[in-house]
């Protein structure tokens, strides 16, 4: 009778020792399973995370490039009326106020180049309709804006080169970086930087002007010296 006892006890033992071995293995695999899972989730994460920025970084690089094709090799970007502003009609007061410093320049070009002042001057009446009046609805002015813009930029980097020489003419490319920079927001839905670097389109261009002709005293020297003749026809302009 007692040996049978022992036996039983001893099976009893056995059994319950199985058990809390093969519960200690499926909890084991269980975590396991669990610790894979989740570390596959992180490092799906971490490279879905990583392949986001090269992504934006690379869509980023073809809407300024887009911009700037567009700029340079659409002829029926210049004609078109419609507004390219996803935003619709939402007028800022900075940027409409931007658009009348082109008048800042007036008064130093028209002593020494009439045809870039008065181009200014319309350029400005132009610019306050297209970028502030009419911003995000199709208008006409979008269209006038459009066309005489380049033909100022022309006048006013010649005016630039006859006055302070290659190295202030060379600094037009900034306000025309800037100009590129705000197209590319537009075509990225991004309203704030639209208005920023439209902004700086109109003020760093109207600025370095201002600054060249107080450098070099356009008021009483039209032309850099030595340079007369190599100006001909373009004196006045």
């Not at 940027?95 to 008048?103: F, K, M, T």
């Not at 075509?187 to 920023?196: A, D, M, T």
């Not at 370095?208 to 100006?231: F, S, Y």
Request: aromatic share 12%.
């Amino acid at each position: 009778f007692i040996g049978t006892g022992y036996k039983r006890q001893a099976s009893a033992m056995e059994h319950s020792n199985y058990s809390s071995m093969s519960s200690m293995t499926v909890t084991t695999v269980t975590t396991g399973e669990d610790s894979s899972s989740s570390c596959a989730e992180e490092d799906s994460s971490l490279y879905s995370k990583t392949m986001q920025h090269p992504n934006r970084r690379l869509s980023k690089r073809a809407s300024f490039s887009d911009a700037a094709s567009t700029i340079l090799a659409k002829p029926s970007y210049r004609f078109n009326t419609r507004s390219s502003l996803p935003w619709g009609h939402r007028p800022h007061p900075v940027l409409g106020v931007s658009c009348l410093c082109y008048l800042l320049i007036v008064p130093y070009l028209l002593p020494c180049y009439p045809v870039a002042g008065g181009m200014f001057i319309l350029t400005t009446l132009c610019s306050y309709c297209s970028d502030h009046l009419y911003t995000g609805l199709d208008s006409m002015a979008h269209m006038f804006d459009k066309l005489v813009a380049p033909t100022t930029f022309f006048f006013a980097v010649r005016a630039i080169y006859s006055t302070g020489g290659l190295k202030w003419a060379i600094t037009s490319h900034i306000a025309v970086a800037f100009h590129i920079l705000a197209m590319s927001a537009a075509k990225q839905n991004n309203y704030w930087g639209f208005v920023l670097h439209h902004t700086l389109w109109h003020v760093v261009g109207v600025g370095l002007m201002v600054a060249c002709c107080i450098a070099n005293d356009t008021m009483t020297e039209c032309i850099v010296p030595g340079k007369q003749e190599d100006m001909g026809l373009w004196y006045g302009l």
